[in-house]
Structure formats: structure tokens, C-alpha cells
């Protein structure tokens, strides 16, 4: 079979046949099927199943108490806490749309996007930041109220205590007005209503794109969406069933990455979030000593900072790591110097995987155990298809052996952008009269099904007429010790249309200097992709989930060069 021409499939060994469930009822079944046991472990404090379930069920009562109908849109502007898992699954119990707003937007930001996705009630916490930010959106946009949540009610009694005493500036007082409601007030003694929703049809949750051009898009994702890419991505684990599954929640909730393979995934197969509010790297290790958790998805800068701890006194060593089977590296491309150096430091198989907020968070993964592909995003998910098409020509097959643009169909493939009928046409392609969803990524795919990213289509530097792959001039850099991340830009050139451009940090002790580096690359680079300048940098922009953020690189550097 041409895989550049024909549906890929995943090769597992046995039929997989997943149902489209509404969330809601999936957290229902396995708290029905294991009440007592843990859902979430918040710095020791452990909530269960039937503990989440019933404050779920008490926050829809009280959502619908306050008039939401089905349909209507709940944010939730939180940091990883034990209120979200109940907001989010108690929202869509009483028929709203979750909408997902990351708790480090600037007011302007979140503003926009309450304003844009229609969002009437706002979840947050009494961080001083998150509640200043979020109270101003409320003054300001067609937001109607706040429900905010303690932080140290959810702590457990010693945590609690450090945060009164020591904690003072990081939380606030909730502010004396009727639209600024309590969480515990929000949680009614009644009854939910119940709602029908119809899995396949009915909206679960609008999740906002990182906006690569333009402003954000809203992601339209149902409850089949993202409850059957939570079977598929549980679907590929090999690890035996009968023992403990628990997962390091440091990757924000509020990222599709986190919201599929920590969250649904999680509740659907029964297994512990250990849950960190953000990432610190020596909380992220304390917790793993702690709570002994058997995997830990993370984006690659998760993994470098680890890496970085093993220089500090007392270093890091392998028995740290010993209770994890594998950690899954997702978001951005996984350098393979890091990925051998975190294996060697840790001992834990790292593999990468790939996905995209408008495929619900997961299209692929390298197989956990046996024959991996270093250097590739895996192969697709059960019931998942992926094609290769022409880059300047989507509807038609990419020519046979060369790179061509990936294109997915599969069941956890979004409905559209909300309100963006526009962009969500062009967000499609129609070949063989079904729909497929374009990635924009340039792709190869081996006969084992191994799908290799070359580029972005839209990252693609143009050099005499040449196209230039800043990811393949990355990975070359990358393999110069000195050299701990690297971003390559194509910018603006009257005599070649572009030039290429490398922007570095250094590794740790590292005293090589710009001109040592350049002369380096180059004589390692094909004459097209020679750089034209190399930067070193204290450190590169990185988005809020911690990946290196090219787009913002390119407005500082543009903006630097215009000024």
C-alpha cells in the first residue's frame, strides 16, 4: 500500500470499538464502578470518585439554579485545582458548554475570548491574579458572574495552614457584590435537572487555538469527540490493567494536550490524577517521590528542566523515577539529544506523540513498549486515518516519495470554529467526498505507518526559491552539545526573498561563542539552509504551556528590526 496516497490505519492486534459517551455519564460509570477510590491527589489531600461526582452534581443544581439552560457557556479560568475536575464535568451535567480560558491571559486576552465564545459564568480562584483579572473582565464584557473557588479549602490541613501564614499576598479577599459568588455557595443541596445530550451532536467544550495566525479560534468539540479520544489514547496502553494507573497532572488542564490524555483519559479508565498547579520542576520530582505516579505527559521543556536539575546540589539520579513506566512527550517537536539524555538520566522510556486542539488533543503516539521510531510522532490512534496531500493542492494525493501536507479523519475530529463558518470550511479538505481535516503540518509516512513532521507549511523559509524546513535546521543545531534549544526564523531578503536565521540558548557551563556556532552549522547545512545569522539568547519565548513559541520570536525580532 502507498501510504502517501492511501488511509493509514493504526495496526493493533485487536478490534477496537469505542462509545460515544456524554462526559458526564463517564465519570457517572466509573464512580459507579469504584466509588472509594481516588480521582485526584492535591499535595497529599485525596478526593474520590464519588467525592468529584457529588460536587459535580451539586455544582449543576446550582448552575441551573441560577437560570443556565443547555447550550449555554461556562468558563473555567483556573490553574490545575481539584474545582476544576468538578466545574467541568458539573457544567456540561447541567447541558453548558465548557470553555476553557488559560489562567495566564492578560485581561485584554480573556476579555476577548469571554466575549467572543458568549461565556455567562466565569470559575476562578482567589489567587490575587487570577481573581484581579478576572473580576475587571467581569466590569467590562457581557460576563454576568464570578464563582470563585479558596484555594485553601482545597489544601490539605498543613498546606493550608503555611498558606495563611506565609501565603497572604497570594490570595484576595472575594470582593462584596452579588455577581461575585462563592463556590460553596454555588453548590446546591438539590437535585441536578437532567439533560439530554446527544453525544455525537451536543457541543462539550469550546477549546480556543494558540492562534498561529490571527486571532484565537474556538474549537467546536462534542461529548463524543472528546470521550472516545480518551478510549482511543487509553486503548494503546500496554501496561497491565490490575495494576494502579496514576498520572502526574502537571500539564495545565486547560490545553486539550492535558484536558484528553490527563483528564478524560483518566476518569474514563479509573486511574489517580497526582495534580500539580503548574509546573516546578522540584515539585514535580517531590511529587513523583511522593505519590509514585506510572506515567507523566509533559511538553519537551518540561523534560529539559528536569535535565537542568540534575547540575543543582543533590542532582537527580534514576531511583527518583523508578515508579514511572513511560512519560509521553507532546506540543512541540521532542529534540532527540534531550529525549536521550532524559532517558539516560531518568531510565523512563520518553516517546513522543502529536495532536491538535481541533482533533480533541491526541492523533499519535509511539508505541510504549517494543519497536518506537525515534524522530517521528508514532502511528495514529485506533480508528484514526491520516493522508498526505499536495501542498499546494489539498484535494489531490501528495506526488509518490516526496513530503506532502497531513490530513486526518477519525471521530475525534472537530465540528468547526464557533461563529467561524469561514475558517472552519477552509479548515477541510474534500477528497473522495468526505471531509478531512488539514493540519498544515508537511509530513512523511513510513510503511510501518511512522509519520515523520518535516515543517509547517506556513514555517517554510522560501530562499532563492527553495524551501527551506526551519525544523530540520533545528535538529541539526541541536546536535552541538553547547546548544540547549534552538528557534530558526526565515526573515526578509531583497536579494534571496528570505535568509535563515538561528536564535540559541546555551547549555549549562557552555562558552562556545556566536561565531564558533555559525561556522559550525554551516559546514554541516546544505547550501540553501546555511544561516545567515545565529543569535545566542538568554532564553527563547515559550507559549503558556511552556513550548518554544516561534511566532512570538518572529513579532520581537521583526519588531526589534522595524524600530
Not at 545566542?536 to 525580532?557: C, N, Q, S, Y
Request: aromatic share 6%; with cysteine; charged share 20%.
Amino acid at each position: 500500500m502507498d501510504v502517501n496516497r492511501a488511509h493509514y490505519h493504526h495496526p493493533l492486534p485487536w478490534d477496537s470499538s469505542f462509545e460515544p459517551l456524554a462526559l458526564p455519564d463517564m465519570l457517572a460509570a466509573t464512580t459507579r464502578r469504584q466509588p472509594e477510590a481516588p480521582l485526584i491527589d492535591f499535595f497529599g489531600r485525596r478526593y474520590s470518585y464519588a467525592d468529584v461526582w457529588q460536587e459535580a452534581r451539586r455544582f449543576a443544581a446550582g448552575l441551573q439554579a441560577r437560570g443556565v439552560e443547555k447550550g449555554d457557556r461556562v468558563g473555567l479560568f483556573l490553574p490545575n485545582v481539584p474545582i476544576y475536575v468538578a466545574a467541568y464535568y458539573g457544567a456540561m451535567l447541567a447541558g453548558a458548554v465548557v470553555v476553557n480560558f488559560s489562567p495566564l491571559y492578560t485581561v485584554e486576552e480573556l476579555s476577548q475570548q469571554v466575549e467572543d465564545s458568549g461565556t455567562t459564568i466565569l470559575v476562578t480562584v482567589d489567587v490575587a491574579a487570577l481573581l484581579g483579572a478576572a473580576v475587571a473582565v467581569l466590569d467590562s464584557s457581557p460576563l454576568e458572574a464570578l464563582v470563585v473557588g479558596r484555594l485553601g479549602n482545597m489544601l490539605p490541613p498543613l498546606k493550608r495552614v503555611a498558606l495563611k501564614l506565609f501565603g497572604r499576598k497570594q490570595v484576595a479577599p472575594l470582593p462584596l457584590r452579588n455577581d461575585v459568588v462563592d463556590w460553596s455557595a454555588c453548590l446546591s443541596s438539590g437535585e441536578p435537572v437532567p439533560v439530554a445530550l446527544d453525544p455525537a451532536t451536543d457541543l462539550a467544550l469550546l477549546q480556543y487555538t494558540g492562534g498561529t495566525t490571527g486571532r484565537p479560534k474556538g474549537a467546536m468539540l462534542t461529548h463524543a469527540n472528546l470521550s472516545v479520544n480518551a478510549q482511543q489514547v487509553d486503548a494503546i496502553d500496554p501496561f497491565d490493567r490490575s495494576e494502579p494507573d496514576v498520572i502526574l497532572g502537571a500539564l495545565p488542564l486547560f490545553h486539550v494536550f492535558a484536558n484528553t490524555a490527563v483528564l478524560n483519559r483518566t476518569v474514563h479508565k479509573g486511574g489517580c490524577i497526582v495534580m500539580l498547579p503548574r509546573f516546578v520542576p522540584k515539585q514535580v520530582l517531590k511529587a513523583i517521590r511522593r505519590a509514585r505516579p506510572t506515567s507523566f505527559p509533559g511538553v519537551p521543556t518540561m523534560f529539559q528542566a528536569l535535565i537542568d536539575l540534575g547540575t543543582d546540589a543533590g542532582g537527580v539520579n534514576r531511583s527518583g523515577f523508578a515508579s514511572l513506566k513511560v512519560c509521553i512527550s507532546g506540543g512541540a517537536p521532542l529534540p532527540a539529544p534531550l529525549r536521550e539524555r532524559f532517558e539516560e538520566l531518568s531510565g523512563v522510556r520518553l516517546v513522543e506523540g502529536y495532536g491538535l486542539t481541533e482533533s480533541s488533543g491526541v492523533v499519535s503516539v509511539n508505541p510504549y513498549q517494543g519497536k518506537r521510531q525515534p524522530g517521528t510522532i508514532g502511528q495514529v490512534l485506533p480508528q484514526t486515518f491520516v493522508r498526505l496531500v499536495d501542498k499546494e493542492d489539498a484535494t489531490r494525493p501528495a506526488p509518490e516519495g516526496e513530503p506532502g501536507e497531513l490530513v486526518i479523519s477519525g471521530p475525534q475530529v472537530m465540528q468547526g470554529y464557533w461563529n467561524r463558518p469561514d475558517d472552519a470550511a477552509t479548515a477541510f479538505t474534500e477528497i473522495e467526498g468526505e471531509n478531512w481535516l488539514r493540519t498544515g503540518d508537511i509530513a512523511t509516512i513510513d510503511k510501518e505507518g511512522f509519520i515523520a513532521i518535516v515543517d509547517r507549511s506556513k514555517d517554510m523559509i522560501a530562499v532563492g526559491g527553495f524551501k527551506v524546513f526551519p525544523s530540520e535546521v533545528e535538529k541539526i543545531l541541536l546536535e552541538n552539545a553547547a546548544i540547549k534549544e534552538a528557534l530558526v526564523l526565515g526573515l526578509p531578503d531583497k536579494y534571496s526573498g528570505e535568509t535563515v536565521n538561528a536564535y540559541v540558548t546555551l547549555s549549562a557551563e557552555a562558552a562556545a561563542t556566536q561565531s564558533e556556532l555559525l561556522s559550525w552549522a554551516n559546514a554541516r547545512l546544505g547550501k540553501h539552509e546555511r544561516l545567515a545569522s545565529l543569535t545566542i539568547r538568554e532564553e527563547l519565548p515559550k507559549t503558556m504551556i511552556g513550548k518554544l513559541d516561534r511566532k512570538a520570536l518572529k513579532a520581537e525580532v521583526q519588531g526589534e528590526s522595524e524600530s
